[in-house]
């Protein structure tokens, strides 16, 4: 079946640093790719997304590149800033998983946490 | 666009008692998709619906878990005879497609005590 598997964190930067938070995913057909965000007190957010190999996804300074050969989506940010703390999701849709659902498999989530 | 809701935000209910929670998706979205998300954890998929018609279920939805989407509107999701387990935050998302792309509500977060 399909899984996601993605830094364990907390990951606790200053600001203006650099941002990597590894994801990698294992699917049986050719899944879209995303990265959600969930802020303080707030519901899932999408951040980004690829649709096919070799893509890129960017939204709000953060990109992440849809690798097929070494199955990753990796999420990047040059300059982060503590606006930014918040929990950020991998996560792969699949047509082959399930009845054409597009059911999303989520990684365990990576809390993130930007200081001053 | 008011986006998704969800009704109630919280609750607490007794162990072996019912509880129902309500999703109200985006108006135009033909597809709702319930998740269950554990501290710690990410969201896990539990069911989906496409207009009315409940077309998939995860075997985390145990015969105790039932949902509905009568008229291809909003949707419920309820549970009986509640077990500890249960607790969670129980999230509803809404796609208008098949892209993968959903928009999840504000959850709703259950305790049993």
């Known amino acids: 079946g399909n899984s996601v598997t993605q830094m364990e964190g907390p990951v606790t930067l200053s600001e203006e640093a650099f941002l990597t938070i590894n994801c990698t995913y294992t699917a049986t057909g050719y899944p879209s790719l995303f990265w959600y965000v969930q802020y303080p007190g707030e519901g899932l957010q999408l951040l980004l997304k690829?649709?096919?190999?070799?893509d890129k996804g960017s939204n709000k300074g953060f990109e992440a590149t849809y690798r097929k050969e070494t199955t990753s989506f990796h999420l990047e940010k040059g300059s982060v800033q503590v606006s930014d703390s918040a929990v950020y999701f991998c996560?792969?849709?699949?047509?082959?998983?399930?009845?054409?659902?597009?059911?999303?498999?989520f990684g365990k989530g990576t809390k993130l946490s930007v200081i001053p | 666009d008011t986006g998704v809701s969800q009704n109630p935000r919280h609750k607490i209910t007794k162990r072996g008692q019912n509880v129902t929670f309500r999703c109200d998706p985006i108006s135009e979205h033909n597809r709702l998709y319930w998740y269950r998300q554990t501290l710690g954890q990410g969201p896990e998929f539990l069911t989906y619906f496409q207009n009315e018609a409940q077309l998939e279920k995860s075997r985390l939805l145990s015969d105790r878990f039932s949902a509905e989407r009568p008229k291809g509107s909003f949707s419920t999701l309820e549970i009986q005879r509640t077990e500890q387990g249960d607790s969670a935050m129980y999230l509803c998302?809404?796609?208008?497609?098949?892209?993968?792309?959903?928009?999840f509500g504000p959850g709703t977060r259950l305790t049993v005590t």
């Open positions: 998302a809404s796609s208008p497609d098949g892209s993968g792309e959903q928009y």
């Open positions: 690829a649709t096919k190999a070799d």
């Open positions: 996560a792969l849709s699949d047509l082959y998983s399930g009845a054409g659902s597009y059911q999303l498999t």
